[in-house]
């Protein structure tokens, strides 16, 4: 069975300040796929990244940028120089193919993030 | 391009009556997800849509139920309604291809429904 564990509930960060957000996923599957989401208070998730199980790059977009390590299955988000905007509650999913080959993601419980200006 | 559009914003209903959610998948999407959240927590998965069919089922018992229309837009429907199915319910669409749905899913903006 498929599961991810966000461990931190609350962090609160004043402005500028980078800001690491941890996700640690279990899965006895090796073909699987890893998303962050960004929920705001309007409450639409807002889909950020996809990786795939094979792909170990580390990405950046922007501020955002991730890190995934299947040696210790973890794919954690930072956010470089927070901004007020980056206010939000984060989720981390994990699909694995599940019968008839559709994939269903999973979620975490989410991190909410407070940036204070 | 218009994202997953859901209607109603929001919904108060009694216990015991029926509710039904509708949805409007992406663009170019042909599969429908819905989830439900509880405050605090995260979406957890009720069923799946494609070519107008239940793929795909979550844990969830039969008082909900759904369907899918040929343009692809679907409903959810939940029967009995009970205090704890208060929610924010979110509809999600992808783009499965014969059978398989691996693509990323967009989610609309959810129906937050209250039962009193």
């Known amino acids: 069975a498929q599961k991810v564990t966000q461990a931190q509930t609350e962090i609160s960060v004043v402005e500028k300040e980078d800001v690491t957000l941890d996700c640690v996923y279990e899965?006895?599957?090796?073909?699987?796929?890893l998303f962050w989401y960004k929920q705001p208070p309007s409450g639409e998730l807002v889909f950020l990244i996809r990786?795939?199980?094979?792909?170990?790059q580390n990405e950046i977009s922007g501020r955002y940028s991730w890190n995934f390590q299947k040696s210790t299955s973890s794919f954690n988000f930072t956010i470089t120089a927070s901004q007020v905007v980056d206010s939000a509650v984060y989720f981390c999913?994990?699909?694995?193919?599940?019968?008839?080959?559709?994939?269903?993601?999973?979620f975490g419980r989410g991190t909410s993030l407070i940036v204070h200006p | 391009d218009a994202g997953v559009t859901q209607s109603p914003t929001h919904l108060i209903k009694t216990r015991g009556q029926q509710v039904t959610l509708r949805c409007s998948p992406k663009?170019?999407?042909?599969?429908v997800s819905w989830y439900q959240q509880a405050l605090g927590q995260g979406p957890q998965f009720i069923f799946q849509?494609?070519?107008?069919?239940?793929?795909q089922r979550g844990n969830f018992p039969d008082r909900f139920s759904g369907h899918q229309f040929p343009n692809y837009s679907s409903e959810l429907n939940v029967n009995a309604l009970l205090l704890g199915d208060s929610a924010l319910y979110l509809c999600?669409?992808?783009?499965?291809?014969?059978?398989?749905?691996?693509?990323?899913?967009?989610f609309g903006p959810g129906t937050r429904l209250t039962v009193l």
């Open positions: 999600a669409s992808s783009q499965g291809t014969s059978g398989e749905s691996t693509d990323t899913q967009y």
């Open positions: 899965t006895r599957d090796t073909t699987y796929y």
């Open positions: 990786r795939n199980s094979f792909d170990e």
């Open positions: 999913a994990l699909s694995e193919a599940e019968a008839g080959g559709s994939y269903i993601p999973t």
């Open positions: 663009s170019g999407h042909d599969t």
């Open positions: 849509y494609y070519e107008e069919e239940e793929r």
